[in-house]
């Protein structure tokens, strides 16, 4: 008989962990859902500094690094290719714009050859990112 009354008092003194599992795999899913992917070009790059920058959300990103080879998608770009890979990436988004995102040592050559190139692909909005000093 007392085995019986031990159990009932185990029951009672015991903590229910399963609301507090529905919980934490609630804010779980809310934390996946709400983070932001930042889209990255493939290739790091130190920006140059400027006096005013403002960076928005953007749909092709292309990157010049120190060595000026161009990366655009996560895939070194030729610079015979950057046109047509620029159209490629314009029709599956066609309201996308540009942002080159050049090394400080990248030279000015490469940022005109991509904004040429967006030029002729009638890509209105073209941006070259910048740390802000």
């Known amino acids: 008989m007392s085995k019986r009354q031990k159990t009932a008092e185990d029951e009672q003194g015991a903590i229910d962990l399963t609301p507090m599992l529905d919980v934490v795999f609630i804010m ?34 292309v990157a010049i690094n120190a060595n000026d080879e161009i990366w655009i998608d996560k895939e070194e770009v030729d610079e015979r290719q950057v046109k047509i890979t620029l159209e490629r990436l314009r029709s599956q988004n066609p309201k996308g714009w540009i942002v080159i995102q050049p090394d400080k040592k990248a030279s000015i050559e490469k940022i005109a050859l991509i904004a040429e190139a967006a030029r002729e692909l009638d890509i209105q909005k073209v941006s070259v990112a910048t740390e802000k000093s």
């Open 28 to 61: 779980l899913i809310f934390f996946i859902v709400t983070a932001t992917f930042i889209k990255v070009p493939g290739e790091d790059v130190v920006k140059p500094e400027a006096t005013q920058s403002e960076l928005k959300a953007t749909s092709i990103l």
